[in-house]
T-cell receptor
Framework: EAQVTQNPRYLITVTGKKLTVTCSQNMNHEYMSWYRQDPGLGLRQIYYSMNVEVTDKGDVPEGYKVSRKEKRNFPLILESPSPNQTSLYFC?????????FGPGTRLTVL | QKEVEQNSGPLSVPEGAIASLNCTYSDRGSQSFFWYRQYSGKSPELIMFIYSNGDKEDGRFTAQLNKASQYVSLLIRDSQPSDSATYLCAVTDPPGGGNKLTFGTGTQLKVEL
């Protein structure tokens, strides 16, 4: 089954404790992206990757890092999480027109 | 900064009616336009995309694009309770490619029995 998977789905952590949210797709897509979704602000792009070893900032990259060492994986790293990074995070991948979204990761930073 | 504007709603329509969802965008260079549906607590799923001025139909859904007015809309005919969701408008610059998307904040649609 073609899909985008994210782990964990839910995470509660404390300020400053490094965390990684994994994203993996099995569709051989070149383009992958991370979004955060907040009430009243909609979906905002954090980082995106056009291909392996090619990443670029989206609209809200501060406080986040990404890497793309393999085509299928695109982890999101929060080196020192803060409460303002509490949000719902989506990973997405696409080949042409359609972006396939993962199920989302709900992150709470206390 | 590219902006995509949508009325947050909720837009309430009776079952069987036509729901009309609207979106305006600020970047005149935008070339690709997408409508996503998002159920509460779920991830967005693509309904339709449109590149050219005019209408594009897919089943009960019709996307309409007017580049001169920087306006894109989604019509849902014969609305069903299962259509109740938040509808997200998104735009990108290069045609196709699924590249960087800028999303509106979404319009909540409620289809009432």
């Amino acid at each position: 089954e073609a899909q985008v998977t994210q782990n964990p789905r839910y995470l509660i952590t404390v300020t400053g404790k490094k965390l990684t949210v994994t994203c993996s797709q099995n569709m051989n897509h070149e383009y992958m992206s991370w979004y955060r979704q907040d009430p009243g602000l909609g979906l905002r792009q954090i980082y995106y990757s056009m291909n392996v070893e090619v990443t670029d900032k989206g609209d809200v990259p501060e406080g986040y890092k990404v890497s793309r060492k393999e085509k299928r994986n695109f982890p999101l790293i929060l080196e020192s999480p803060s409460p303002n990074q509490t949000s719902l995070y989506f990973c997405a991948s696409s080949l042409r027109n359609e972006q396939f979204f993962g199920p989302g990761t709900r992150l709470t930073v206390l | 900064q590219k902006e995509v504007e949508q009325n947050s709603g909720p837009l309430s329509v009776p079952e069987g009616a036509i729901a009309s969802l609207n979106c305006t965008y600020s970047d005149r260079g935008s070339q690709s336009f997408f409508w996503y549906r998002q159920y509460s607590g779920k991830s967005p799923e693509l309904i339709m995309f449109i590149y050219s001025n005019g209408d594009k139909e897919d089943g009960r859904f019709t996307a309409q694009l007017n580049k001169a007015s920087q306006y894109v809309s989604l019509l849902i005919r014969d609305s069903q309770p299962s259509d109740s969701a938040t509808y997200l408008c998104a735009v990108t610059d290069p045609p196709g490619g699924g590249n960087k998307l800028t999303f509106g904040t979404g319009t909540q649609l409620k289809v009432e029995l």
